[in-house]
Nanobody, 124 residues
Framework: VQLQASGGGLVQAGGSLKLSCAASGFSSRPYTMAWFRQIPGKEREFVAA????????LYADSVKGRFTISGDNAKKTVYLQMSSLKPEDTAVYYC??????????????????WGKGTQVTVSS
């Protein structure tokens, strides 16, 4: 079981990036997949989550209206389209998954699997 995140990089403020997270080793795309981010010296924070069927989506207030999460069940992949990026979006972004049928809180402890982070740097 593995989550592989990709797509990070350096972008200017106001620009866009698209992150991808591919799940492997699962029989189907995990029920809940989410993105978190962590700034050095700070706790990891929730960014966005999507349920297996795409009908349940949740965003942190800080990214609402700028980020879009989507999924492709055939590819067992979720995406995070980030637009209107701000320097404060600079962080390591982590993909996480919970294969169980649950939806609710999104603390670190609610997610069973984590991918390695991908760095997103937004320059001013």
């Amino acid at each position: 079981v593995q989550l592989q995140a990709s797509g990070g990089g350096l972008v200017q403020a106001g620009g866009s990036l698209k992150l991808s997270c591919a799940a492997s080793g699962f029989s189907s795309r995990p029920y809940t997949m989410a993105w978190f981010r962590q700034i050095p010296g700070k706790e990891r924070e929730f960014v966005a989550a999507i349920g297996r069927y795409g009908t349940t989506i949740l965003y942190a207030d800080s990214v609402k209206g700028r980020f879009t999460i989507s999924g492709d069940n055939a590819k067992k992949t979720v995406y995070l389209q980030m637009s209107s990026l701000k320097p404060e979006d600079t962080a390591v972004y982590y993909c996480a998954a919970n294969p169980n049928e649950r939806w609710g809180t999104f603390r670190d402890s609610d997610m069973d699997y984590w991918g390695k982070g991908t760095q997103v740097t937004v320059s001013s």
